[in-house]
């Protein structure tokens, strides 16, 4: 019971702090535990929990943990971030890697991966990726690649059929996010490309 309590305490407060649910990769799990923003309200202080690389990069540019005297004005951002020509592909037969523009000037983007339904509360499972690299050639274009091994923690997943979906976190320099999702179907990736749908952009998370 006090694990579920003190679990349930430190889970919400992520939220407080702008954390969005999140799972690991299946290695990062075995190695570290269960993420707080996935089940670990279940699991603190009874088996290993940590927070994944994105909680915490979002986190980094939280006014809650600032460094004394910074004089940030925080999640003030008047940016219009758009997101264009988004290309989805299946790389090797092993790895989807999903390129995309964009005009926005941020700290870190993090990217999720999950299956419909994308409601509140569908996406405990949903597993973030963090090393989305920027071209050195044309700083507008961003790529980052999934291996499908990686994805194997998503419940129910029974991929290249039904509806996915990916969501870009953008975490500007003062903390104001950005996100935009785009859906596919699985059974629709192929190495030439992938017919995209239902581009969505919010703010926050």
Not at 11 to 28: F, R, S, Y
Not at 44 to 65: N, Q, V
Not at 99 to 124: G, L, M, R, S
Not at 150 to 168: M, P, T
């Amino acid at each position: 019971m006090l694990t579920k309590y003190l679990g349930g305490l430190a889970h919400e407060l992520g939220h407080a702090l702008n954390l969005p649910h999140n799972n690991g990769t299946p290695d990062q799990n075995k190695a570290m535990g269960t993420p707080l923003m996935n089940a670990g309200n279940y699991t603190l202080g009874m088996k290993p929990t940590y927070l994944t690389k994105a909680s915490c990069k979002i986190l980094d540019t939280s006014e809650t943990f600032a460094p004394k005297g910074c004089k940030t004005v925080f999640y003030t951002s008047q940016q219009d971030v758009k997101v264009t020509d988004q290309e989805l592909t299946l790389e090797n037969g092993d790895t989807l890697v999903f390129k995309f523009h964009t005009n926005a000037k941020f700290k870190c983007v993090n990217a999720y991966i999950q299956d419909a339904p994308f409601a509140v509360d569908e996406d405990y499972e949903r597993v973030v990726f963090t090393e989305v690299v920027r071209d050195a050639a044309d700083p507008t274009l961003y790529t980052v690649r999934m291996p499908l091994k990686d994805i194997a923690s998503l419940e129910g997943v029974q991929r290249h059929a039904g509806v996915g979906g990916i969501d870009l976190l953008f975490v500007e320099e003062e903390g104001s996010l950005n996100g935009y999702r785009v859906q596919f179907d699985w059974n629709a990736i192929t190495p030439q490309g992938t017919p995209l749908r239902d581009i969505i952009h919010f703010k926050g998370y």
